[in-house]
Structures are given as C-alpha cells and as structure tokens.
C-alpha cells in the first residue's frame, strides 16, 4: 500500500494512520489514535505526517481501492 513513499518512515506512519482510521473508536484524531495503536510516546510523529509530511491522498485512496477490488 505505502510501497511508492520514498521514505521509511512515511511508510510506517502511514501504515500507523491507517490501523488508526480502521480501528474502533470514537475519535480519529492524532492523540487518541496513538494511544489506542501503542504508539503514544510517538504521536508527534504521527501529527507530523498527517500535518506536514509529503504524500499525495489519491494515490493512497486509488491503491486502497485497486486492493478492495
């Protein structure tokens, strides 16, 4: 799914942010997400992929959609 990011750590966050969107919960946003995947020593790492690292949404939602089918 994150094969096309340049970058290891895009690729973990982003495979970190997705388990976060898919999982149980209420809130989606950074700090109760990474409370709830383990990651909370980490959540501004996490902030700064969704905020400020460079990835194209498309891409991940026409992958995302390819694997579906």
Known sequence: ??????????RRWGQVYLRGLLLDGRRKS??????RLGEDGNRQALANFITTSPWDAAHVRARLAWRMQ
């Open 1 to 10: 799914m994150f094969e096309p990011f340049s970058r290891a750590d895009q």
């Open 30 to 35: 950074v700090e109760p997400m990474a409370a």
